[in-house]
């Protein structure tokens, strides 16, 4: 009766671990998931100012269309690319194309910004001002954002990759997830946005 009951009691341990492990691995992704939403908000926010910043930029740099094409295209690059990675996020390869995609809309609008300079009426304008400051709002947020994801995503990798977590994440298909962190150094400051 004895052996009986700890064979119970053993089969149930043998069951039970490895099901509470593949739970909270199912828990540390949603939460990563979760925290790539909060960034997904915000670069939406961010991706539905541009178009408007362009437009009072036209009005007052008419002849400077390429930069203002540029960033449009990035613009649209970037919402692209962002899309794809919110359904899946943190999938290596897709991260990777939205790291390069907002480096790109970054540089693009860093290049609007710094050609903006030269014209004091475009800087003056109410509209061009109270732009400036969403944008530099929702960059803050933006920031802030991909901090709580990289911290989800640390703490998933983290959990599946110890012993025996990492059984259960290569029996089940937990991959590891990708950082949304920017690779060249100058582009880890953030945009100055001041007109």
């Known amino acids: 009766m004895i052996l009986t009951i700890i064979a119970v009691v053993v089969l ?25 939403s909060q960034i997904d908000v915000q670069l939406k926010r961010r991706y539905d100012l541009i178009p408007n910043l362009v437009n009072v930029a036209k009005q007052y740099m008419s002849h400077e269309k390429e930069t203002l094409e540029a960033v449009i295209q990035a613009r649209n690059q970037a919402m692209s690319t962002e899309k794809e990675v919110a359904q899946e996020p943190g999938d ?13 809309l970054t540089g693009a609008m860093g290049r609007l910004f710094a050609l903006s300079e030269n014209y004091p009426d475009l800087k003056a304008n109410q ?14 947020k933006i920031a802030f954002a991909r ?6 995503v640390m703490t998933y990798n983290t959990s599946r ?10 029996a089940f298909g937990f991959k590891e997830a990708r950082l949304f962190e920017i690779d060249v ?11």
């Not at 039970?16 to 925290?35: C, H, T």
């Not at 990759?161 to 290569?170: G, T, V």
């Open 127 to 140: 509209n061009m001002m109270q732009l400036t400051e969403e944008l530099t709002s929702t960059e803050n």
């Open 147 to 152: 901090q709580s994801f990289n911290d989800s």
């Open 92 to 104: 290596p390869e897709s991260m990777q194309k939205l790291m390069g995609a907002e480096q790109s």
């Open 185 to 195: 150094a100058d582009e880890r400051e953030a945009p100055k946005v001041e007109f």
């Open 161 to 170: 990759e110890k012993f025996p977590n990492n059984l259960i994440a290569n």
């Open 12 to 36: 149930i341990i043998l069951v039970a671990y490895p099901v509470s492990i593949y739970n909270k691995l199912v828990s540390l992704r949603n939460r990563f998931k979760n925290a790539f």
